[in-house]
């Protein structure tokens, strides 16, 4: 699943008109929720094109042709230096399944692209990024563009067993002198010159990882865990750009980090660890933006989870969840929510509770997932893309398919509400909306459509498009 991120360049600048020439400004461009339409719903002023698609040609590391992998989720786009229309997209697959050609479980995909008129193309070939120095990787979830200009890609499956992965990893020897399923479940770390992995980061802990955030201090890295039962986690480099010697931590409320064995055996354990020193317990925390030194982190949730088994370890549930346990015990949150995080107090809060509008019931904030920043007259902004846990419960505009939005939230408003929101865009049927990126210039926004129905006419497969016209706002 996501920023990310990645996803994960500074805070982007659309520039600004004059005070007047705002005023003058049309109704910013969103859609309203129709009946179900199985592909993209954007208002008409954006212009969308498709970038990269499942089943593209690729190229492995030997120069050999494959279909591209699907289940694209996280984008990181880095900017060519000297031309704003030019860059390299990296794209990280969700994906499981074993390949002899690209890999095993999961990947990821790098190419060149260029803006030409209003369409991003691709200019180079699309190459796979060689997982096989370190071992195979699975589920490429979240991940980040780091100081060192390396990308963070996070692992968001953890086997407990051979057994668990026999069915997508062929070789089942052991790797690094631990059995083959504990190489699984890491932070992996990048380098896209070379378009391979360099290493896992075990300081990092071993986890469902869902997203990483690299702190301007070049040492902080906070880490989200993509559990029903997740902690989150935050890892403090001993060198600034060097992540592979540091302390891991994991928070527990009203403002504390606790530190956490450092040994090999507690980090492939790191959330279990964490649990049964006190740590706080999250539902499924997701991507995670740095916007004015306030980091925001979105919540999924789940239906009715019993936590009782990692409260007797010692975990203490968030204190706002108290409000959804149910006579049985079970933590119902069928909508999530979305977390704000003060890193010079350590204190988290809920900044915006996931469900139905107050005053329009056909406007739902549920299960939100991938996230990004941007600025635009000003202002800044995150944009949540939802990724609904079941076409039930009133999650979905449409009860009978899995329908996706994107919504933007204007950071400037202090206590928001669900009525705050500006919808951007209407997934297409069956899909998750992932990896939102902008370029520098603000010009461009990349997505990723991640396992669309196979019965769109247009959206069919995993995608990647870009929306330009922020520009022209």
Not at 365 to 394: A, T, V
Not at 396 to 422: A, F, G, R
Request: with cysteine.
């Amino acid at each position: 699943m996501k920023n990310r991120y990645l996803i994960f360049l500074p805070l982007l600048l659309i520039a600004c008109n004059s005070n007047d020439d705002i005023k003058k400004k049309k109704k910013f461009p969103t859609v309203a929720p129709p009946l179900h339409k199985s592909d993209l719903v954007i208002n008409p002023h954006f212009h969308v094109s498709i970038v990269f698609s499942q089943g593209d040609t690729v190229y492995n590391s030997e120069g050999i042709t494959a279909p591209a992998k699907g289940k694209h989720d996280c984008i990181v786009f880095i900017p060519d230096e000297n031309n704003t229309n030019k860059g390299t997209l990296f794209i990280g697959h969700e994906t499981t399944k074993p390949n002899d050609l690209l890999g095993d479980g999961g990947g990821a995909t790098q190419f060149l692209v260029e803006r030409k008129g209003k369409d991003w193309v691709a200019v180079s070939e699309k190459e796979s990024i060689d997982f096989r120095t370190v071992g195979g990787t699975l589920a490429n979830c979240g991940g980040s563009y780091t100081p060192n200009k390396t990308i963070l890609s996070a692992e968001e499956i953890i086997p407990y067993s051979n057994k668990d992965i026999a069915r997508f990893i062929t070789d089942l020897s052991d790797f690094n002198g631990r059995p083959k399923y504990q190489n699984f479940g890491w932070m992996v770390e990048i380098d896209p010159q070379k378009k391979a992995a360099t290493q896992k980061l075990y300081q990092m802990g071993r986890y469902k990882h869902e997203d990483a955030l690299c702190m301007p201090d070049n040492k902080t890295v906070y880490l989200t865990n993509d559990d029903s039962c997740a902690v989150f986690f935050k890892y403090v480099a001993d060198k600034p750009k060097d992540y592979t010697q540091g302390q891991l931590y994991a928070y527990a409320y009203p403002n504390q980090w606790l530190a956490l064995p450092m040994a090999m055996d507690s980090l492939v354990n790191a959330r279990e660890v964490a649990i049964r020193q006190g740590a706080s317990l999250f539902n499924r925390q997701e991507w995670i933006s740095l916007v004015d030194g306030k980091i925001y982190i979105t919540e999924t949730g789940n239906d009715n989870n019993d936590w009782s088994k990692y409260i007797a370890m010692g975990g203490k549930p968030a204190p706002y969840f108290f409000e959804l346990r149910k006579e049985n015990g079970l933590f119902d949150d069928p909508h999530g929510r979305l977390l704000v995080f003060d890193p010079k107090t350590n204190e988290m809060e809920v900044l915006l509770q996931g469900g139905v509008a107050a005053t329009d019931s056909s406007t739902v904030f549920s299960n939100p997932d991938g996230m990004g920043e941007f600025k635009i007259h000003g202002k800044n902004y995150l944009i949540i893309c939802e990724d609904i846990i079941g076409k039930n419960r009133g999650r979905s505009v449409d009860p009978k398919t899995t329908v996706n939005e994107i919504y933007l939230l204007d950071l400037s408003i202090p206590k928001p509400t669900i009525e705050d929101l500006k919808r951007l865009l209407i997934g297409p049927a069956g899909c998750e909306m992932s990896g939102p990126v902008f370029t520098p210039d603000g010009s461009t926004l990349f997505v990723n459509i991640q396992h669309p129905s196979k019965e769109n006419k247009v959206y069919n497969k995993s995608s990647t498009i870009a929306i330009s016209g922020w520009d022209r706002l």
